[in-house]
């Protein structure tokens, strides 16, 4: 009989999350398209402040990440006492799970929401519970026919990843309206910076107006720094004090700090990079419709793209023998669909010339 160390019951019925592929074969100059990273790369001020930090590598960071929370107050006009930041916005996702919910709970989520909230949820013992999306959109209706006594936790991710796809403050008002106030309201905005649609709101006033929502952000996306693992929330002070109590007391590290606060701070190049996306969004649309393929409509700095029946994966090994990485997402329950991140210029029609070439072969 083995006596090998047992994992907590549910562990090894998790399936590890995979990210994009970042490499392609041998010799191939490598344009990477699948994971949602800025293609103008992070702020020259952030690259400054990241380079100062290396002076102080010797030194603990503050532990209460202050200059950060501050830097995101300012930008954001929100109460600096009730933000709080972590190692990317996976790690809150991570504490609020831990936090609140435990086995014989349930964490909800629509049908295509981000991998995590599975696994999360799977660690911490509780049952995650999908809902029905309505044409790739979140479906209020259906999230809120699914709530039981035991959900405690509602993850939407607005606009949604993969599919682009977000929901009005009006219905995100409404979901919240329909939950029971032992519910929290998880508003997943890692994509928050790029929507400019007159209905969109990252969440903010629900936060401010009520004791059971929160909104966690990312800098992994707009601010081009993935690989700093930097993220923050925003929530009601009675969630920030149980987040605080979970978390570790440098979980943010010095560098991270002083990178994050510099590149919140650079509003002009955030505002560049939300430019860059706008129109390049649409014009990858608009060319990867004309060749008929189907560009859902996004939100995001990305594109989810349907292929006839079958040929998703030809597609994606096509483009991979150009160097052009994209991400596959069967695993989202999409086995037809492409998600390609929107690139610098050359980037971009490089992959309309390819799949142009691989729908003709």
Not at 47 to 56: D, H, I, P, R, V
Request: glycine letters at 8%; aromatic letters at 8%.
């Amino acid at each position: 009989m083995s006596q090998l160390p047992k994992p907590n019951a549910g562990i090894l019925d998790i399936a590890p999350y995979v990210g994009g592929k970042s490499k392609a074969a041998p010799g191939v100059k490598v344009v990477k398209l699948s994971s949602n990273e800025s293609p103008l790369g992070p702020s020259p001020k952030a690259l400054a402040a990241f380079t100062e930090s290396a002076k102080y590598l010797h030194r603990y960071p503050d532990g209460n990440s202050q200059k950060l929370r501050e830097a995101i107050s300012q930008v954001h006009k929100l109460p600096v006492e009730q933000i709080i930041c972590g190692a990317g916005s996976d790690e809150l996702i991570q504490f609020l799970v831990s936090a609140y919910a435990g086995v014989g709970d349930e964490v909800l989520y629509p049908e295509h929401g981000f991998l995590m909230y599975k696994i999360y949820a799977q660690s911490r013992g509780a049952t995650p519970v999908t809902a029905p999306e309505k044409n790739l959109t979140t479906d209020v209706d259906a999230l809120l026919a699914a709530v039981t006594e035991r959900t405690k936790i509602v993850f939407v991710a607005n606009p949604n990843n993969p599919t682009g796809s977000y929901i009005s403050s009006s219905e995100m008002a409404r979901l919240q309206k329909g939950l029971p106030p032992h519910v929290i309201l998880a508003i997943d905005g890692a994509y928050a910076e790029f929507p400019e649609h007159a209905d969109y709101s990252d969440g903010h006033e629900l936060v401010a107006s009520t004791e059971n929502t929160i909104m966690l952000r990312t800098f992994s996306k707009i601010y081009g720094l993935g690989g700093m693992r930097i993220g923050w929330a925003y929530a009601p002070a009675n969630i920030i004090d149980v987040l605080n109590r979970v978390r570790g007391p440098f979980n943010v590290s010095g560098a991270a700090i002083e990178t994050g606060a510099a590149a919140m701070l650079d509003t002009e190049f955030t505002a560049a990079a939300i430019a860059h996306n706008t129109k390049w969004l649409a014009w990858l649309s608009a060319e990867l419709s004309a060749l008929g393929l189907t560009a859902y409509p996004s939100a995001g700095n990305f594109l989810l793209v349907g292929f006839p029946s079958g040929k998703a994966k030809n597609a994606s090994a096509f483009l991979m023998e150009r160097g052009l990485i994209v991400r596959e997402v069967a695993n989202y329950g999409l086995p037809d669909c492409l998600r390609i991140t929107i690139g610098l210029e050359e980037d971009n029609k490089a992959v309309v010339a390819t799949l142009k070439d691989f729908l003709a072969s």
